[in-house]
């Protein structure tokens, strides 16, 4: 499939989730937990079910742009804490021109301008541990590129194929050694040919770390660095893959966590320092909490009173403290949501993309 027909399947599969809102049932691997995402029930009953935590808007942080294959819909992607303290994120669907990587200020609720150019399309940003500088992922182009945070040096790290294939590079993760983990966002359901790719601390030597996906998404490191968890977009399965003491292979998979997720999709994800697990199921407007042994404690609700399109993209808990927060587009532009997250940050806890 050529890279405009992966991005005009990507858009069609990502426009069907602004059509129809609604909750999405999850269950431990082999086990129903019989909660809905609302928890509504458990909230009116007292029970000890799944707590439900409200998200509350504090800035709109993007316009709404213009027309694009998603829509008219702004797309916020890839919320990660740099050493200044500051949030940067992109805005996936920015025009050129237009500021494409933003850095919000939580203190003072305002917006910079960090980069923009006229070809790129960003759907994930991290601060590498080795440099200190921010990744993006390129989805439109299928490069992984690097920069200052203060939007100078921009240079490509990694384009071309991988194991003959072109990647469509969605989030990024990193170790500690600053090797980077990206979930290739391809396939579907019947025809799995999304990979988790990784790449050594300067783009080179890019090997597929595990292959046969649909559409991969979300990519975390547990809190030891021991293992990633990655969502399945299109199946709505939270793997868990066990490393190899070099990170350079698998030794062990399974599907730890599910969800039935309708015409929504399991998109970013992000892991705190007790080792719970926040998925995005976009369309929903939710956020699922498991702990690591894969019982949902939670759900995080961004609420929508006025009835627009709601884009609850990716999610980020900032390190050393329980303040979380959430990228937000839609048709009435961008913005950022906060929580309080059932415990702390950790630093690249976050997968940082689409």
């Known amino acids: 499939m050529t890279k405009n027909k992966r991005l005009l399947a990507f858009a069609a599969a990502f426009s069907m989730t602004l059509v129809i809102g609604g909750s999405a049932t999850t269950t431990a691997a082999g086990t129903t937990d019989g909660q809905s995402a609302d928890s ?3 909230r009116g009953r007292g029970t000890s079910g799944p707590r439900e935590v409200r998200a509350t808007s504090i800035a709109q942080v993007a316009p709404l742009d213009p027309p694009t294959p998603f829509g008219q819909v702004t797309v916020l992607e890839g919320p990660a804490f740099g050493p200044d303290g500051r949030l940067y994120f992109v805005d996936l669907t920015a025009p050129a021109g237009q500021p494409k990587i933003l850095r919000f200020d939580p203190r003072t609720k305002t917006t910079r301008p960090v980069y923009t150019d ?3 399309g960003f759907s994930s940003l991290q601060f590498s541990p080795v440099d200190g500088k921010i990744y993006v992922t390129d989805f439109h182009n299928g490069r992984i590129a690097r920069l200052d945070a203060d939007g100078t040096g921009f240079t490509t790290v990694f384009s071309g194929t991988v194991a003959g294939r072109p990647m469509v590079p969605d989030d990024i993760a990193f170790d500690t050694s600053g090797a980077m983990y990206v979930a290739d966002y391809q396939g579907s359901p019947w025809n799995r040919i999304g990979r988790v790719v990784r790449l050594d601390a300067d783009g080179g030597n890019p090997i597929v770390l595990q ?3 649909s559409a991969p ?3 975390s490191f547990t809190p030891d660095f021991s293992g990633l968890w990655v969502s399945e977009y299109s199946l709505g399965h939270e793997d868990h893959f066990t490393l190899a003491p070099d990170h350079k292979s698998v030794v062990e998979s399974r599907v730890a966590m599910t969800s039935d997720i309708g ?3 399991f998109d970013s994800n992000s892991v705190d320092a007790a080792g719970n697990v926040y998925q995005v199921v976009i369309g929903s407007a939710n956020i699922l ?7 949902r404690i939670g759900t995080i609700v961004v609420p929508n009173r006025s009835r627009e399109t709601q884009l609850v993209s990716n999610v980020v808990i900032k390190p050393g403290t329980t303040q979380g927060y959430i990228t937000v587009g839609g048709d009435t532009g961008g913005f950022i949501y906060e929580f309080r997250a059932f415990a702390q940050g950790i630093p690249q806890s976050n997968g940082g993309g689409a």
């Open 289 to 295: 909490v498991w702990n690591k042994s894969g019982e």
């Open 118 to 120: 006229a070809t790129s």
């Open 211 to 213: 292959d046969g996906l």
């Open 263 to 265: 015409i929504h999709g």
């Open 40 to 42: 509504a029930a458990d």
């Open 217 to 219: 998404n979300g990519i």
